[in-house]
């Protein structure tokens, strides 16, 4: 190692090295889209737009069911949501249009 590799800084989140001073930036967000290429972001309402059952909950949401105060997740093809019935609900972004 020589005195020039010491000046950087690994970053765990990207397996990557990083120069100094760019370790701990927020990473870029991925836009959001749904199903009709509109660009979504937290808090917004949603409508699916066909029937989905849901694993685990012996359940089905039909289509035209709203879905409100969404939450953006980590993976630009998955959004968070909460349900009447159904909480910690996660719906791709495929199955939604925005309101």
């Known amino acids: 190692m020589t ?4 000046t950087y800084v690994y970053d ?6 990083l120069p100094p001073g760019a ?3 927020a990473p870029a967000r991925a836009e ?6 509109n660009r979504l972001a937290d808090g917004d309402s949603v ?3 066909k029937d989905l059952k849901v694993k685990g909950a012996n359940q ?8 409100r105060s ?8 998955e959004i968070d949501c909460r349900h009447d019935t159904i909480k910690g609900l996660v719906l791709r972004t495929e199955f939604v249009r925005k309101r």
């Open 12 to 17: 765990e989140a990207t397996g990557e090295w």
């Open 47 to 49: 409508t699916l737009i």
């Open 60 to 67: 089905t949401l039909k289509q035209g069911t709203v879905i």
């Open 70 to 77: 969404i939450r953006l997740t980590d993976d630009p093809k």
């Open 3 to 6: 005195g020039d590799d010491e």
């Open 32 to 37: 959001v889209r749904d199903a009709s290429g």
């Open 23 to 25: 370790a701990g930036a």
